[in-house]
């Protein structure tokens, strides 16, 4: 497993006005390129499967996830139900701040390519990294800021 993050502030919004984008992922099919089809089953109970199909060079990776709705702490949680990937579990959050609502995206990941080395891969953990990008900025257009700084190295996640 590794690990990747995407930081951007949005001068714009309140958390609540980003988080509520962010949930809505029928939407992001519109305003993201990247994100070829969502398509959403809701639970009586309240829960939500999402099935995605995203552009990531050089192909397509589709998969279908359960997602955790926090309308409280405005972050959606997500964890792989079935698809392309071994493993894919992480959380979309919107967090107000005093410079913007700050809105990130934290996963865990296994793409299952293995890697020329018995470490991290730096090359899926980029990919991940700009197809995320790429997302949010279609979601949110040009007024967001991208924290573009040197992405950390990729991290292995122990244990799984």
Not at 3 to 12: C, D, F, I, N, W
Not at 76 to 98: L, M
């Amino acid at each position: 497993m590794q690990r990747t993050e995407v930081s951007a502030v949005h001068l714009g919004l309140t958390a609540k006005e980003a988080y509520a984008v962010l949930r809505d992922f029928e939407k992001h099919v519109q305003l993201a390129d990247v994100v070829r089809s969502v398509r959403l089953e809701r639970g009586a109970d309240g829960s939500q499967i999402s099935f995605w199909e995203i552009e990531l060079d050089p192909g397509v990776l589709r998969w279908s996830q359960y997602d955790e709705l926090d309308d409280a702490n405005h972050r959606v949680r997500f964890h792989k139900r079935d698809g392309d990937t071994v493993e894919f579990k992480g959380e979309w959050s919107a967090v107000d701040g005093p410079d913007g609502c700050r809105i990130g995206f934290d996963c865990e990941f296994d793409l299952g390519i293995e890697p020329s080395n018995a470490g991290p891969d730096p090359v899926a953990a980029r990919i991940v990294r700009e197809s995320i990008t790429e997302h949010l900025e279609g979601v949110f257009g040009p007024d967001l800021l991208v924290d573009r700084s040197a992405p950390r190295e990729p991290v292995a996640v122990a244990g799984i």
